[in-house]
């Protein structure tokens, strides 16, 4: 196993092997919108890997589970997941078993720490491509934070004054700080790409993201990993 290490067509490893399973995953998706290089929009990755200190406000460009994902990060100081305690008075458990159930009259909800908007093109349900079983925690845990979750939008352009929208024919600009883009991914296929001209001898597989990037599900990117592991 090597790790850290960027291969390219020209790698001379690559001779040393019959066969290459690519899976390099996805690229963002920047959408085409007036004014999307200003310095008020940073991308998903970077909000989550804490290269960029956010302001109060924030909108969320895009719905999906990656949005979703975004805006609870950002409604919450820490995570709940690293606090049994305050997990549990934000979802009424109750860990002494005193109350019937298990369960909790009343919850705390710990205020969110910035005003956030999750915005979507479609005219559907937020989150309504969640999962089936999890998918309502992720609903609630926003609707408990006060987010703004806003569908059938048009992005009309980005500027010092926030982000400029439309919605039921009639225009408004969010006076935001931040602007994160989560606005879905492309496939990373370059690589594959390239290595189909330039590696005659060599048997090349795509899988995962790199294969198909939208609505990226992890269950079928195992599904074709193990398939083809059986394969070969």
């Known amino acids: 196993m090597v790790l850290k290490h960027r291969v390219d067509v020209d790698d001379p490893a690559l001779k040393t092997f019959d066969q290459l ?3 390099t995953g996805i690229t963002p998706r ?3 919108i007036e004014g999307i290089n200003h310095d008020k929009v940073v991308g998903y990755r970077e909000v989550l890997m804490g290269q960029k200190v956010l302001g109060q406000k924030v ?3 895009g719905a ?4 979703f994902d975004v805006a609870e990060y950002l409604t919450h100081s820490q995570s709940l997941t690293l606090d049994p305690v305050a997990w549990s008075k934000e979802w009424g458990v109750d860990f002494d078993y005193q109350a019937r159930g298990g369960l909790l009259e009343a919850t705390e909800i710990e205020p969110s720490p910035r005003q956030v908007y999750l915005l979507q093109r479609k005219s559907s349900k937020l989150g309504k491509n969640l999962g089936k079983t999890s998918g309502w925690t992720h609903r609630l845990s926003l609707k408990h934070k006060k987010v703004a979750m806003l569908n059938s939008i048009s992005y009309l352009k980005i ?3 926030g982000l400029h929208i439309e919605r039921d024919g009639k225009t408004e600009c969010l006076a935001v700080d931040h602007i994160v883009l989560c606005s879905g ?3 990373n296929a370059s690589l ?3 290595l189909g001209s330039n590696q005659p001898l060599l048997k090349v597989h795509l899988i995962g993201g790199a294969d198909v990037a939208a609505e990226l599900d992890a269950k079928r990117a195992i599904r074709q990993g193990a398939q083809l592991a059986a394969i070969i």
């Open 59 to 61: 909108a969320i460009i």
């Open 159 to 161: 500027d010092d004054q």
């Open 185 to 187: 991914q492309m496939p």
């Open 192 to 194: 594959f790409q390239q």
């Open 21 to 23: 399973v690519v899976a």
């Open 64 to 67: 999906g589970g990656i949005g």
């Open 30 to 32: 920047v959408p085409q």
